[in-house]
């Protein structure tokens, strides 16, 4: 009985040894993770077949794309290929263009001053029709030419002087009396100089810019730059006003679109020594012109206007000659423009007129008070936003515009 239960125990222990060196190696591979738990989400939707099968078409399309998908650079190459054989082509020429600087095309002052015409139309549109000339059409007319801003004092000699033609050439009616008027409005805005002077002697030219706040004499300053650039003038531009905030940087804008230099001093510092340092340097880098910004100034300021006045003495006591002082106007302004006029001018002695914004404006009459009143000629008007709408005064255009 002992032996068999040797002999049990030895085969049983046996058993064990052998179960074990079977089991050892499947665990020397690694750990194996229980599956998980969590299941994955069930579509228990009923697809509709057109959809199914729509569906596996879009799948069954892409896995062919994605199978047969090309490099681009492989195909760059095959079309070159293709298209060019280098066998043949043995080199290459390449065409180096110019540049070539498109210059927008002059505005005509037809097209642009519409309001100013609708101003006066009504009116001469029916002294047109009129087969007489009585003191009804004459009222009409004084109205109109009045209401167009030409100003109470200017009207009144204008119309006398009609009146003289009239009776001199025997006008009898209302569409001969216009052809008179355009005529006599001609012929006070002709025989002015409008040219901008440059200097001839040695050493830059300065064009001062004054006026008051808000008219654009900044702009008017960098379109003015743009110009002169184009016209093959080396340009420096004096930002003199030194107390409204951000002219200086504005006008360095300009500067820099144009291509033109800048001298520019602290806020609040005193303009006539940036004008003078900005005419200095202009001499010491041979520059031809210079466009001097200034501080806004209220007409009515006496001490304003006499330290504008200083600005224009300094201004010519560097190697510089002041040959233009430009008072820039807001057409929109209409006669109380012509009272800054005649302020401005006992103080700096104007050269000329700049009148902004007439494209903008119903008081185009403010031109003939100008010239009536001062004897100042508008030189340059503004007739839109661009730096080529800045364009040299034209009268034969101008009073063509107004009778279109």
Same mark, same amino acid.
């Given at each position: 009985?002992?032996?068999?239960?040797?002999?049990?125990?030895?085969?049983?222990?046996?058993?064990?040894?052998?179960?074990?060196?079977?089991?050892?190696?499947?665990?020397?591979?690694?750990?194996?993770?229980?599956?998980?738990?969590?299941?994955?989400?069930?579509?228990?939707?009923?697809?509709?077949?057109?959809?199914?099968?729509? /569906?596996?078409?879009?799948?069954? !399309?892409?896995?062919?794309?994605?199978?047969?998908?090309?490099?681009?650079?492989?195909?760059?190459?095959?079309?070159?290929?293709?298209?060019?054989?280098?066998?043949?082509?043995?080199?290459?020429?390449?065409?180096?263009?110019?540049?070539?600087?498109?210059?927008?095309?002059?505005?005509?002052?037809?097209?642009?001053?519409?309001?100013?015409?609708?101003?006066?139309?009504?009116?001469?549109?029916?002294?047109?029709? %009129?087969?007489?000339?009585?003191?009804?059409?004459?009222?009409?007319?004084?109205?109109?030419?009045?209401?167009?801003?030409? *100003?109470?004092?200017?009207?009144?000699?204008?119309?006398?002087?009609?009146?003289?033609?009239?009776?001199?050439? *025997?006008? =009898?009616?209302?569409? #001969?009396?216009?052809?008179?008027?355009?005529? !006599?409005?001609?012929?006070?805005?002709?025989?002015?100089? %409008?040219?901008?002077?440059?200097?001839?002697? /040695?050493?830059?030219?300065?064009?001062?810019?004054?006026?008051?706040?808000?008219?654009?004499?900044?702009?008017?300053?960098?379109?003015?730059?743009?110009?002169?650039?184009?016209?093959?003038?080396?340009?420096?531009?004096?930002?003199?006003?030194?107390?409204?905030?951000?002219?200086?940087?504005?006008?360095?804008?300009?500067?820099?679109?144009?291509?033109?230099?800048?001298?520019?001093?602290?806020?609040?510092?005193?303009?006539?020594?940036?004008?003078?340092?900005?005419?200095?340097?202009?001499?010491?880098?041979?520059?031809?012109?210079?466009?001097?910004?200034?501080?806004?100034?209220?007409?009515?300021?006496?001490?304003?206007?006499?330290?504008? =006045?200083?600005?224009?003495?300094?201004? !010519?006591?560097?190697?510089?000659?002041?040959?233009?002082?430009?008072?820039?106007?807001?057409?929109?302004?209409?006669?109380?423009?012509?009272? @800054?006029?005649? @302020?401005?001018?006992?103080?700096? #002695?104007?050269?000329?007129?700049?009148?902004?914004?007439?494209?903008? =404006?119903?008081?185009?009459?403010?031109?003939?008070?100008?010239?009536?009143?001062?004897?100042?000629?508008?030189?340059?008007?503004?007739?839109?936003?661009?730096?080529?709408?800045?364009?040299?005064?034209?009268?034969?255009?101008?009073?063509? /515009?107004?009778?279109?």
């Amino acid at each position: 009985m002992t032996v068999i239960l040797i002999i049990v125990a030895v085969v049983v222990l046996l058993g064990l040894i052998v179960g074990l060196g079977f089991i050892a190696p499947r665990n020397r591979r690694g750990v194996i993770e229980p599956p998980s738990k969590r299941r994955a989400p069930v579509d228990d939707r009923v697809v509709p077949a057109e959809e199914a099968a729509r /569906a596996a078409l879009v799948e069954a !399309e892409v896995d062919a794309d994605l199978e047969t998908r090309v490099p681009v650079e492989e195909l760059v190459d095959e079309v070159v290929r293709d298209e060019v054989d280098v066998d043949v082509v043995d080199e290459v020429e390449i065409v180096e263009t110019e540049a070539v600087e498109v210059v927008a095309e002059r505005p005509r002052f037809r097209d642009r001053l519409g309001k100013a015409r609708a101003a006066l139309s009504g009116a001469l549109g029916t002294i047109a029709g %009129r087969s007489k000339i009585d003191a009804e059409t004459w009222d009409e007319l004084e109205e109109a030419l009045i209401l167009a801003d030409v *100003g109470v004092a200017s009207t009144q000699e204008l119309l006398d002087h009609l009146r003289d033609r009239v009776k001199a050439d *025997g006008l =009898s009616n209302g569409e #001969e009396l216009l052809g008179a008027l355009k005529a !006599e409005m001609t012929d006070r805005l002709s025989g002015f100089d %409008r040219d901008l002077k440059m200097s001839t002697d /040695a050493g830059p030219s300065v064009w001062l810019f004054v006026g008051v706040n808000g008219v654009g004499k900044t702009t008017t300053i960098g379109k003015l730059g743009v110009r002169e650039v184009r016209e093959g003038h080396t340009v420096l531009m004096a930002a003199g006003d030194t107390f409204r905030a951000a002219a200086a940087e504005q006008l360095g804008m300009w500067a820099e679109r144009a291509g033109a230099e800048l001298v520019r001093g602290n806020e609040g510092g005193d303009p006539s020594a940036v004008i003078f340092d900005g005419v200095e340097a202009a001499n010491a880098r041979n520059i031809d012109l210079v466009l001097a910004d200034t501080a806004g100034r209220l007409h009515n300021k006496v001490n304003l206007m006499e330290e504008l =006045s200083k600005v224009r003495r300094v201004a !010519e006591k560097g190697a510089g000659t002041v040959t233009e002082v430009l008072l820039v106007i807001d057409a929109t302004t209409g006669q109380n423009g012509l009272v @800054q006029a005649k @302020q401005f001018t006992e103080a700096v #002695e104007l050269t000329g007129v700049v009148l902004t914004k007439l494209d903008g =404006s119903a008081k185009g009459g403010i031109v003939i008070a100008i010239h009536d009143q001062l004897g100042i000629p508008v030189k340059l008007v503004g007739l839109g936003e661009g730096a080529e709408d800045l364009v040299p005064f034209d009268a034969n255009e101008f009073v063509e /515009a107004l009778f279109a």
